[in-house]
């Protein structure tokens, strides 16, 4: 089977690969939010101090707007609700969520592929060369995903911590399990690279147990070729280390349509109403520069070349209380 992956999506919609990515278009960017105890969507990224106008949708019907009509479906869904109700910004009921999150918490993933940055290879791809999957890794439900001005959450003691800004790739399964391209966003996947660099065919699961941010934007268009911006890390109110990435299609060594058609060849990936959140792999950054993010550190990701900001402070997690085990181990060990 192959997936509706971004690479063919098509002969209704197949714009020319060289295109920049078409960011201004308000219909081209769709978001989700809570407010007040309902579902709402919204067009377009709010602009800074700006009130929003937020249109009634139930959950899951962006959703089926992407199955029955592509992305472009989702945005006149929202376009076309006449329900809707201004809220200012900043309001203390409003709560943005990550792009189609499913209300049901095993219904969505956030997974990913490491290690396919071009900066982390020696020698640019063959035109033709032979596709080879990239290492893989499962982070664990959409439901964890902070959005931006989240604390990010790390364990106690992490080795040494880095931030990877990254193009998100969403997807959703139809109800045979057949997985649609429905847009893409941004994403911080903080993790423990010191811990992963001890052992790297062992620990890496391990590395991966830090929480997650993701910017609520659902650009609707192919991935994008390009995207670049800087990252700045905040300590007490100062920039403490700042550098550019990239992190769009011509930044990453493999093809995102062979990664994609590969990982969906796993029927685990192919779960009736699932929807995915695919990180595809970032550029070096402040580990790579020899900087530590500390306890409380702000990673601030500007993706300049897209309009979206991701601002989060990292917070260490308490240490772990003891763990009692019950069962007929344990009990036997007591009798």
Known sequence: MRPAHPDDPGPAH???????????????????????????????????????????????????????????????????TAETVTVPAGDSGLRFLPPLLPTATDSSLINGFMGTHRSKFDRAPEPDEEFTPPNYYIKG????????????????????????????????????????????????????????LKNPWAWTPYAKLCETSMTPWLFLGEPPRTVTGRVAIERDGATAWEGPFSCG??????????????????????????VNYLFVGADKAS?????????GDRMVIDVSSHGAVLSNVVRYGPQAASVTERGPAAESATA
């Open 287 to 295: 580990y790579h520069d020899g900087f530590r993010i500390e306890d």
């Open 141 to 196: 439900f959409g439901s964890w995903l902070r959005m931006p001005g989240d604390p990010l959450v790390t364990p106690a003691d992490p080795v040494w911590l880095l931030e990877e800004p990254e193009v998100v790739l969403v997807y959703v399964n139809d109800d045979e399990g057949n997985p649609h391209y429905a847009g893409y966003s941004f994403g911080n996947d903080l993790n423990d690279i010191g811990l992963h």
């Open 249 to 274: 299609a011509d930044s990453i060594f493999h093809r995102f349509g062979d990664m994609t058609e590969y990982l969906f060849s796993y029927p685990a990936l192919r779960r009736p109403g699932l």
């Open 14 to 80: 197949r714009p020319d690969p060289e295109d920049p990515p078409e960011v201004t278009d308000t219909m081209s960017i769709i978001f989700e939010c809570s407010y007040e105890g309902r579902r709402y969507a919204g067009l377009g990224i709010p602009a800074e101090g700006d009130p929003l106008t937020l249109h009634a949708v139930e959950e899951g019907r962006l959703r089926a707007a992407v199955l029955a009509g592509g992305p472009e479906a989702a945005a006149a869904v929202v376009a076309d």
